[in-house]
């Protein structure tokens, strides 16, 4: 009986290391190959480590092509991004969660709903929305889509923040005769940090790697993001792997890092919107 | 404190920005989505109103329309398929096994999802490479004489293109899993024991049935992921080979940003909400009608 279950768990414990390496590995491969020449892609060392660790690959890769411009504009994009969502979801929900006013149940849920709202389909009308307000020579055309599509997932983790913390914060504040906006930004504000890394994370992975909405917002070359760029080595550089490898890995690596040095906290950022949707 | 909390100005300083950017970004399209989609229109010029016209020429005469409908359930069917029972596998063996390495698997897992569509896409288009791709080479490797291109295959192409799709996202359904795992009261799974059912039993028995409200979750994210599909087959196939690839998103980008058939595009986009729309109500109607509170 016990011999049986010793087999039986290591047929699973296969399993489960087969699958990490199958869900790993290519990412691997990838970035092995950045360092490699296209020799050894194709015939001398496919699928190992690289025998030489060839740099030039990303130096070659970076001074080539736009890749300085793309990476930049990520960053921007990016970081305002996140400034957005975050003040404008936090003022938001507080007011919908922590002050009274009648409609607040209506305009939190019509808020909320936005999560069930596919991007793709209201791509047209964005588009041609984006260039009536004539924003199509800067970033803001991708930034305020951005801020305005993260605003439904950022409502909803805030609200049910800002309604675990005690009413008394407001009423001694209120007695000590702080304004609102005092005691919003004083007493508030420090207290939802938890709140806020996760949401920092969430929209900072969602903006650095989202590609739909660039692809049909941004048509100009000195606007594009690391993920439109990308595609356009895909001509380039047929013929060089290991540019194209070093890229790609280059587009990567921010993400990565934040993903294992923060592990736990980015599964929770990205799993916490199933608490509502479906 | 009650003026305090209801200070009227606070509140519309608070709320305006955020409601106003939502509304003019997010519901106005929608609502001019529907409207469009009755009218001829180039995106430019006077817009002409032709009723149902544009549906009645995607339904009856577009013959890449039908390709599209398909392919949007034949992605959304492998989604559901390999996603959904493999991160269950998954989650459950990872819970139930005392072993090493439990954190790196978990990462490992989960990995992908943090990588952008593009550089997902463009890596198995390089896995997939008919010449010099791995799984060629792996094939060419272990002695097998079989080479593929199958993206170049209009029968293959499509399930290629939706398993790089389920590939990248499994993890994200096996944290699902795992998490509500996680969250099932311990004494479930210790009755179970005492009255003597195997692992899988009791796994099948009690824990799927207490995660239904997860399951939910993960259905509609697969289908409408699915049904929605649309980087995926502008990178690795661009529709192609022929229209072998179209899914409906891409059929309305083809008709807005590539011909100028503006409202084409819209009937396209508007047809694709009806779908998610009926999806996420027949799940919600037949999938976990009861809430589980522990």
Redesign the interface.
Known sequence: MLARLRKWQIHWKIFLWAYAFFSFYPIIWMIFYSFKNNNEIFVTNPFGFPTKLRFENYVHAWNSFNVPVYFKNSVIVTIATVIGTVALSVMFSYAAARMNWRLKDVARIYIVTGMFIPVQVIMIPLAILVRDFGLSNSLLALIIPYVAFNLSFCTMVFYGFFRSIPFELEESACIDGASVYQAFFRIILPIIRPAVATVIIFVSLMAWNEFTMALMLITKEELKTLPLGILFFQGAFTTDWGAMGAVMTIASLPTLFVYILFSEKVEQALTVSSAVKG | ??K?????R??A???L???I??T???????V??FY?SFFDWD?LGQATFVGFGNYEKMFFKDRVFRTALFNGFIFALMLVCIQIP?GT??AF??T??A?RGK?????????????????VC??????YNA??G?LN?LFE?LGIPYRQDWLTNPKTAIYAVAFVNA?HY???HF??VL?AVKSVPEQFFEAAKIDGAGRWRTHFRITVPLLA??Y??C???AI?GGL?A??QM??MTGGGPGTATYTL?YL??RS??RLNE?GY??AA?AL??LE?LIV?IL??RFVARERIVY
């Open positions: 404190m009650h305090y909390l209801g200070n009227k606070a509140i300083v608070f709320t920005p955020a409601l950017l939502f003019v970004v997010v519901f106005y399209p929608i001019q989505v469009r995106g493999l596998l998954l063996s990872l139930d096994l072993m954190r790196f698997l978990r990462i490992s897992y989960f990995v992908p999802m943090v990588l952008s569509v593009t550089v463009q890596l198995w288009l390089s896995i010449e010099y791995l080479k490797a590939w499994m993890g994200y944290a699902l998490a409200e997860t939910k979750f259905l509609v994210l409408t929605n649309f980087a502008f990178i998103t309305m980008y807005a940003f503006f595009g819209c986009a694709l909400v998610c996420t799940i919600n």
